[in-house]
């Protein structure tokens, strides 16, 4: 898929957001990128996504520990979740280490628990972001209809020390109270360190979700999925979840 290069106009404002874990900064830039080429909505497939950029401006997220989980929580309707995106203004090189995870997990609780794959054998793969636009993975994952969301996150690694280079946007600058409301529910966390199996690879994290807080309102990701129904869900209740996503 095509991506889109994004120059990003440093304002000087730096944040740190801190727990006992980890510790985030953050500075403004311009977004100049698009949607993704390949969104499509449809009578069986819709999009969902949450971030909300009307003003044009970014936070551009960076400072993630060593096997980091971040991610978004994503309420849906029974079928296939076809595809993520998320967008990477800047990614990491191969062979230093850097490679990471992406996965699919349930998720419960008010402040959502990661609480294990929904499906092992294809919501868990090798990830290392090339950067500078969305980062597309094709998922074919079984969403089932007992469940009321999931998160697609992801695991940096940084293996040797060098402290990873990836960075991650959201909404936020200038659009609290004017792109979306200051008392919007929040979809975008931060898990801490994961949890891993035998193989190194992730499984969950024994850490509530801590909302993404930029100061002033929580933000959310630029992230999105696209879910396909293939599960018999009644016309009216699947239409209703169609409108409240673009």
């Known amino acids: 898929m095509r991506k889109f290069f994004v120059s990003a106009f440093v304002l000087g404002a730096i944040f740190a957001f801190a727990t006992s874990s980890y510790a985030l900064e953050k500075t403004q830039a311009r977004f100049t990128g698009d949607a993704p080429d390949d969104w499509v909505t449809s009578e069986e497939t819709i999009s969902i996504s949450y971030y909300n950029i009307c003003l044009g401006w970014v936070w551009v997220w960076s400072g993630f520990a060593d096997s980091e ?85 992801y695991c940096l690694q940084d293996d040797f020390g060098y402290g990873t280079p990836v960075n991650v946007y959201s909404d936020g600058p200038f659009a609290c109270g004017v792109c979306f409301p200051t008392d919007r529910t929040t979809k975008s966390y931060l898990w801490g360190i994961a949890q891993k199996d035998v193989d190194g690879k992730p499984i969950y994290t024994e850490n509530p979700g801590t909302p993404l807080f930029d100061g002033q309102c929580y933000v959310e990701w630029l992230a999105a999925v696209t879910l396909k129904k293939v599960i018999s869900v009644d016309s009216e209740s699947w239409g209703g979840i169609k409108s409240l996503y673009r």
């Open 69 to 153: 989980m971040f991610g978004t929580v994503f309420n849906h309707g029974a079928g296939v979740l076809t595809g993520s995106y998320q967008y990477f203004p800047t990614g990491a090189p191969p062979g230093y280490g850097f490679t990471g995870w992406a996965v699919v997990n349930n998720v419960k609780g008010e402040k959502p628990h990661l609480e294990g794959l929904v499906w092992p054998a294809k919501a868990q793969i090798p990830f290392l972001p090339a950067g500078a636009g969305w980062e597309y993975i094709a998922w074919g994952v079984l969403i089932g209809e007992w469940k009321d969301s999931f998160a697609v996150s």
